[in-house]
T-cell receptor, first 115, second 114 residues
Framework: GAVVSQHPSRVICKSGTSVKIECRSL??????MFWYRQFPKQSLMLMAT?????????EQGVEKDKFLINHASLTLSTLTVTSAHPEDSSFYIC???????????FGDGTRLSIL | QKEVEQDPGPLSVPEGAIVSLNCTYS??????FMWYRQYSRKGPELLMY????GNKEDGRFTAQVDKSSKYISLFIRDSQPSDSATYLC??????????????FGTGTLLAVQP
């Protein structure tokens, strides 16, 4: 149980384009979803937290207009990287939890490369 | 000082060895402690989940939490080459609301040699 699917797994695109990443909870209702960013050989850095039907809460230093998050249903959250640039290249990972203070379950991540 | 400290390794052991992975933390408000395993280019996979102090065993894995020392451990018995991965500790405070922000260690890279 507790499967989280993330799509796409790999994206390569030109500078200036926008990229949408989807995160789905397949077998549970995710009241809260989290978006992380991970650089090579570093740990996960939380970018934002989203609750279904509410605006996302962004961590300090994360531009909300750059990283648009939508959590429109209990099984789907999306992260859109707008006007992406090479410095946005990274490994983006989502996680989901269905009950307060229960473990987060992670997707397999999206490797984003901006040329 | 980081809230969670974890030796990044790499840690190399022979197959069959007992592996000990550790994290220390500074915030006594943490109540939930987790260990995740992350293979290269994959998302973290939850291995163990413990609330407050004590031990928890699941197959070859044992998680220990010592809140008085602010120290958590993960032991892997009879280690296998397939255990080679990065192991991340994570912890969170008790929240009354609907979120539980995880604070991660930097991860320890483990290599089990056949």
């Amino acid at each position: 149980g507790a499967v989280v699917s993330q799509h796409p797994s790999r994206v390569i695109c030109k500078s200036g384009t926008s990229v949408k990443i989807e995160c789905r909870s397949l077998d549970f209702q995710a009241t809260t979803m989290f978006w992380y960013r991970q650089f090579p050989k570093q740990s996960l850095m939380l970018m934002a937290t989203s609750n279904e039907g509410s605006k996302a809460t962004y961590e300090q230093g994360v531009e909300k207009d750059k990283f648009l998050i939508n959590h429109a249903s209990l099984t789907l959250s999306t992260l859109t990287v707008t006007s992406a640039h090479p410095e946005d290249s990274s490994f983006y990972i989502c996680s989901a939890t269905g009950v307060a203070n229960q473990p987060q379950h992670f997707g397999d991540g999206t490797r984003l490369s901006i040329l | 000082q980081k809230e969670v400290e974890q030796d990044p390794g790499p840690l190399s052991v022979p197959e069959g060895a007992i592996v000990s992975l550790n994290c220390t933390y500074s915030n006594s408000a943490f109540q939930y402690f987790m260990w995740y395993r992350q293979y290269s280019r994959k998302g973290p996979e939850l291995l163990m989940y413990t609330y407050s102090s004590g031990n928890k065993e699941d197959g070859r894995f044992t998680a220990q939490v010592d809140k008085s020392s602010k120290y958590i451990s993960l032991f892997i018995r009879d280690s296998q080459p397939s255990d080679s991965a990065t192991y991340l500790c994570a912890m969170s405070r008790v929240y009354g609301g609907a979120t539980n922000k995880l604070i991660f260690g930097t991860g320890t890279l483990l290599a089990v040699q056949p």
